[in-house]
Every structure is written in structure tokens, then in C-alpha cells.
């Protein structure tokens, strides 16, 4: 017995355009295309500029390397546009070649240490934060950070590689970075000091410590600032039990803090501390001086 006719419609076959390997194929044959219309130079030139990051773009770039394995020029462009696109893997085993040819002229081995620090940077936030993967991948960002570090780069991206290298614990390369940054920098950013004083204090250099701190007053914008910077110098050598040293550095380096009645009684108490009453008792003086005539303190 037949069933009964349904009374909706036969749902249509999907008309397909093309498969999946011939929209490749189609890509490629696209891109062969342009290799023959195009003057080879004329349209890399033209890649570069657009930056363009689209299959067939790509497609163009990998045929062409095809074509030619040893234009490192090329090689270091399609990892470029794997690297913008996302694909990070394979933008690295197309980069990798390009670290074992030997007479790689200067620019082009400038721009591939340049896109492996980003790609080792791109990786490193794919693993799990203090795992062994995570840590061997930090050694080796590191390393290229290192090596990059003397490249001239703008003040936001040297600034973003000092806040790596501190967070990360590479002490050394943190102050190199930060000490790049103050020589080059139009204008000083006073913390970058007060990172440096932070990273000797972290090694018990207080010497060292408190010569950044101190370094930093002439770049201080505000009294509030300036004083911010004098104590920590002192206090980072009186912390080391460095008293003689904070006595005279706290003689030689507080000018106008003078006339604030906590930098007095502070300097006061530290010069009784290390056995220097005839200077306590001159700071006690500017301090009688400041409740006589109280209009001057604390500007």
C-alpha cells in the first residue's frame, strides 16, 4: 500500500558552486594570473603597501616562493601577512629559513628579528602562565628581546618592552631599557627612575638605588613630586643601614625641600640616628624658624 502524499513540498537538492578545492584551485589559478599580468616587482611593491591579508594575496605570495626559495625578501613578507592574518604556526616555519642564510643583508635580518620578537611574544600568551611550555617560551622571548633591544623603536613600544622585562624578573635588560628610554626620551618620564630604584632595591644595591631616585628630582614637574623622590633616595640608603650616606645626601640634595616641616623633622630624626646632633640641631633651627614665621612651610 502507498504511504500518502505529504503536503509540503520536496525540499530542493543544495546547488553547490564549487568545492572546497577548487575555490583553492581557482585562488591559485588567480594568483598565476596576476603573476603574468603583473611586472613581478611592480606588484610586490604594490603588496607591501596595501598590507593585504586575504587568501589570495597570500596565495600569490606562497606561489611566488615557490618559485623562488631564496628571496628572503619575500619569504620575511608572506610570514608578515601569516603572522597579521593570525596564523602564527605557520608564519613561523616560513620566517625559520631565513635565520640560517648567512650573508642576509642587514635590513632584512633587522625585520625578521623584529617579527620573531612578535611572534614569540603572539605565543607566549597561548600557554599556561608559569607552566614548563610557558617559562621555556619566556627564556626564549627573552633572549630575542635582548638581542633587538639596541634597535631603534618608538618611545611607546621601548616602553611596553621595559614593563615586560621588569614583569618578567630580567633585571639587568629592565634597566637597560628604561636607561634607553631616559636618553632618548624628549620628555622623561619620572617613574622610569623610580622602576630603576625599585629593580637595585630588589638586589640590595642601595647605593645604586638611591642614586636613581636622586637622578630623577630635576625631571620631578611638582614640590609634591620632588619630595616624593628625595625621601625614597635617603630612605633607600638608610634602609641599608647606610646612615653617614643619608646624612649627606639629605645635606646635598634637599634645596628647596627645606622648607617642608616633614622633610626637617625626617631629617632631623635621621641625623640623631647616626650620631649627627650638630646637624639635627641645624635642621631644629629651620624648623624654630618655621613656627616663628609659618607663611613659608610647606609650599
Do not use: C
Request: aromatic fraction near 12%; proline fraction near 4%.
Amino acid at each position: 500500500m502507498s504511504l500518502p502524499r505529504s503536503g509540503f513540498p520536496a525540499v530542493p537538492e543544495r546547488l553547490r558552486f564549487a568545492t572546497t578545492g577548487q575555490i583553492l584551485g581557482f585562488g591559485l589559478l588567480t594568483a598565476l594570473v596576476f603573476m603574468v599580468i603583473y611586472p613581478e616587482h611592480s606588484l610586490q611593491r604594490h603588496l607591501e603597501r596595501s598590507a593585504h591579508t586575504d587568501n589570495v594575496s597570500i596565495a600569490y605570495l606562497f606561489a611566488w616562493l615557490r618559485a623562488d626559495p631564496n628571496d628572503h625578501h619575500l619569504r620575511i613578507l608572506l610570514a608578515q601577512r601569516l603572522f597579521d592574518k593570525g596564523d602564527i604556526s605557520q608564519s613561523r616555519q616560513i620566517l625559520n629559513p631565513v635565520f640560517k642564510v648567512k650573508d642576509l643583508k642587514q635590513e632584512l635580518h633587522s625585520k625578521a628579528d623584529i617579527l620573531l620578537l612578535n611572534l614569540l611574544e603572539r605565543q607566549l600568551w597561548t600557554y599556561q602562565p608559569q607552566s614548563a611550555t610557558f617559562n621555556n617560551a619566556l627564556k626564549h622571548y627573552l633572549q630575542q628581546l635582548r638581542k633587538v633591544s639596541h634597535y631603534s623603536w618608538p618611545q611607546e613600544r621601548l616602553e611596553v618592552f621595559a614593563k615586560n622585562a621588569f614583569d618578567f624578573g630580567d633585571t639587568q635588560l629592565a634597566k637597560e631599557l628604561y636607561y634607553q628610554l631616559i636618553f632618548s626620551a624628549k620628555t622623561v618620564n619620572v617613574e622610569w627612575f623610580g622602576n630603576i630604584a625599585r629593580l637595585y632595591l630588589a638586589q640590595q644595591q642601595y647605593r645604586a638605588a638611591a642614586r636613581s631616585y636622586l637622578q630623577a628630582m630635576p625631571y620631578t614637574t611638582t614640590f609634591a613630586q620632588r619630595k616624593q623622590f628625595f625621601l625614597s633616595g635617603v630612605k633607600a640608603l638608610q634602609s641599608g643601614n647606610l646612615l653617614p650616606d643619608a646624612v649627606d645626601a639629605g645635606q646635598t640634595y634637599a634645596g628647596m625641600l627645606l622648607a617642608d616641616t616633614e622633610v626637617l623633622e625626617y631629617l632631623t630624626r635621621l641625623a640623631l640616628a647616626a650620631n649627627r646632633p650638630d646637624i639635627a640641631q641645624y635642621y631644629v633651627s629651620l624648623l624654630l624658624k618655621q613656627r616663628i614665621s609659618p607663611t613659608g612651610a610647606n609650599p
